[in-house]
């Protein structure tokens, strides 16, 4: 692989043979470098913070292997480290979700939280929890897939008119579809036995301190497979940027395409809300702030989208974790009160792109 500069905003990547050449916008790459290095601090202050205080140099030679206490040891292997993962994961997975999901239906306010998605995973999952406590550990990202993908087609089905999908019907259906969903899941609560009902509220308040290294190898299994699946068919998605009409004449296969993504952003969504519950707004802010750091091609603007998501999450949790300690502030609390303005000034913005 040898690599040249195109021009002062490109870096072009051909193999020996030419077969395969990637361009590359500059400006991309170097916020990808900033990112990965701003979620490198979130992390080893994530893994020095909490009520267990642990030095820079001790947590240096704990991540080497050398053991400095039993005590620091089991802090940052078996409880931090787990949970600082799992929250870079789940991230990632709610801003893929995002983008494949604004992708798919062309609306720039399209979220796994907003549109009723993760409230529908997180019904099927509260189900399992109250209802039958002995299976809800195994059956979990199963139940949340099909209580998410049926909220999906239903939301889908009734924000069609004859004339096509709308940006605002599809957000009205979303939220009122939501709202209806989550007054089911509060009857559930409300009614079901105590002990079951307070571990239900916990999950679905989107906090990340039960992290397990079980989470951790679940929903790294989970985005390997489907962010695979998603830059397998992201020059599709590229088409589709610039409307079906010119995606069906540069001969894409639209209609699959977009149940894929579909599917793709249903799961993503699903196994991270098995996990730590729901967490409002990461897929509605993510692929915007990538969009505005660094416009690039698909593939790597979800690249970019998965990074802001691991970010985002994972500053969320410091923050809720050390601001007020030792009272912990879950994660979804704190992306939902950042996500709330950013999606009433996209929400204005789109009625005055339709006004106009």
């Given at each position: 692989m040898r690599s040249e500069l195109a021009s002062p905003r490109h870096w072009v990547l051909r193999d020996p043979r030419e077969w395969v050449a990637l361009k590359l916008p500059v400006r991309a790459l170097v916020a990808l470098v900033l990112l990965g290095v701003a979620l490198l601090v979130v992390s080893a202050l994530s893994l020095a913070t909490g009520s267990y205080g642990v030095a820079l140099g001790e947590l240096m030679e704990t991540l080497r292997g050398i053991t400095i206490s039993r005590a620091i040891d089991n802090v940052v292997w078996e409880f931090r480290f787990p949970r600082i993962l799992t929250s870079a994961l789940v991230g990632a997975m709610m801003a893929l979700s995002g983008a494949a999901l604004q992708n798919a239906t062309r609306n720039g306010l399209a979220d796994p939280s907003l549109v009723g998605v993760s409230q529908g995973a997180a019904l099927a999952v509260v189900t399992l929890t109250v209802l039958m406590p002995d299976q809800s550990g195994a059956l979990r990202p199963w139940a949340a897939f099909f209580g998410a993908i049926l909220v999906a087609l239903a939301?889908?089905?009734?924000?069609?008119?004859?004339?096509?999908?709308?940006?605002?019907?599809?957000?009205?259906?979303?939220?009122?579809?939501?709202?209806?969903?989550?007054?089911?899941?509060?009857?559930?609560?409300?009614?079901?036995?105590?002990?079951?009902?307070?571990?239900?509220?916990?999950?679905?308040?989107?906090?990340?301190?039960?992290?397990?290294?079980?989470?951790?190898?679940?929903?790294?299994?989970?985005?390997?497979?489907?962010?695979?699946?998603?830059?397998?068919?992201?020059?599709?998605?590229?088409?589709?940027?610039?409307?079906?009409?010119?995606?069906?004449?540069?001969?894409?296969?639209?209609?699959?395409?977009?149940?894929?993504?579909?599917?793709?952003?249903?799961?993503?969504?699903?196994?991270?809300?098995?996990?730590?519950?729901?967490?409002?707004?990461?897929?509605?802010?993510?692929?915007h702030a990538a969009q505005r750091l660094a416009p690039a091609g698909i593939g790597l603007h979800l690249v970019l989208t998965a990074m802001i998501g691991a970010l985002l999450v994972s500053g969320a949790d410091l923050v809720g974790r050390a601001a007020f300690a030792p009272i912990q502030i879950p994660a979804g609390l704190l992306t939902a009160l950042i996500g709330v303005p950013i999606f009433i000034a996209l929400l204005l913005r789109s009625r005055a792109t339709t006004t106009h």
């Open positions: 939301v889908q089905g009734l924000s069609r008119t004859r004339q096509g999908g709308n940006t605002i019907r599809f957000i009205l259906v979303g939220i009122g579809l939501s709202a209806f969903i989550s007054s089911i899941t509060s009857t559930m609560m409300t009614y079901g036995q105590i002990d079951r009902a307070m571990a239900a509220l916990a999950w679905l308040s989107g906090s990340i301190n039960a992290a397990s290294w079980n989470d951790v190898w679940t929903l790294s299994a989970a985005l390997a497979v489907l962010m695979a699946a998603l830059l397998g068919i992201s020059r599709t998605m590229s088409a589709l940027r610039f409307g079906e009409a010119t995606a069906v004449g540069l001969g894409a296969p639209v209609r699959l395409v977009r149940n894929v993504q579909l599917l793709i952003a249903v799961a993503l969504a699903a196994v991270a809300t098995s996990v730590v519950g729901p967490l409002g707004f990461v897929g509605l802010i993510a692929p």
